[in-house]
């Protein structure tokens, strides 16, 4: 003869109570959620090193390039709904991590409002080969959000663009959506 089935544990509340335990919690868990104030980035300027040995002095084009690389990036990350970015007040100087460095970039960052600092390097390691590298640092805890290399293939405005629109969406997926 089978056991009676019999419920674990025995609810005795009115039907309508359920509808509102279910609007506190759901208005809780909103009150949380929204409580968190959107992360607020800086975004410093990427540097720039050259190791491919080119006997044709590039400088010049390199200079423009790595000048739009950074703005498309900014335009990028400042179109992320998720975020809030606020410049730096060294932004039309070299304003990287190698000049004035990342102590001052931090203060910067700080003093802008932000709560985490993004740069990097672009790296012209050969004639066709180059490499973007970047970090995310958060400015209130003191710690790294994330760290990664993107490899790009090309030396002219168009690879430099299509590198920095991908870095935007690396950024996106790899760093603030982390948060």
């Known amino acids: 003869m089978p056991y009676p089935v019999r419920p674990?544990?025995?609810?005795?509340?009115?039907?309508?109570?359920?509808?509102?335990?279910?609007?506190l919690a759901a208005a809780t868990l909103?009150?949380?959620?929204?409580?968190?104030?959107?992360?607020?980035?800086?975004?410093?300027?990427?540097?720039?090193k050259d190791t491919s040995g080119e006997v044709k002095d590039q400088t010049a084009d390199h200079a423009?390039?790595?000048?739009?690389?950074?703005?498309?990036?900014r335009?990028?990350?400042a179109?992320?709904?998720?975020i809030k970015?606020?410049?730096?007040?060294?932004?039309?100087?070299?304003?990287?991590?190698?000049?004035?460095?990342?102590?001052?970039?931090?203060?910067?960052?700080k003093k802008a409002?932000?709560?985490?600092l993004l740069f990097g390097e672009v790296h012209k390691?050969?004639?066709?080969?180059?490499?973007?590298?970047?970090?995310?640092?958060?400015l209130n805890q003191n710690t790294p959000v994330c760290e990664r290399t993107l490899s790009y293939r090309g030396d002219n405005d168009q690879a430099w663009q299509h590198a920095a629109k991908f870095a935007v969406r690396d950024i996106e997926s790899n760093c603030i959506n982390r948060q």
């Open 64 to 73: 423009r390039r790595l000048n739009a690389l950074n703005e498309a990036v």
């Open 30 to 48: 909103s009150a949380t959620t929204s409580a968190k104030p959107p992360p607020t980035l800086a975004a410093a300027n990427f540097a720039f």
């Open 125 to 138: 390691m050969s004639t066709l080969v180059g490499w973007i590298k970047y970090a995310m640092v958060d």
């Open 113 to 116: 409002g932000a709560s985490h």
């Open 79 to 82: 179109q992320n709904k998720t």
């Open 75 to 77: 335009h990028g990350l």
């Open 8 to 23: 674990l544990y025995r609810f005795s509340c009115r039907p309508h109570s359920w509808l509102l335990l279910a609007g």
């Open 85 to 109: 970015t606020v410049p730096l007040a060294c932004q039309n100087d070299t304003c990287n991590a190698a000049e004035p460095g990342l102590e001052a970039l931090a203060a910067d960052a």
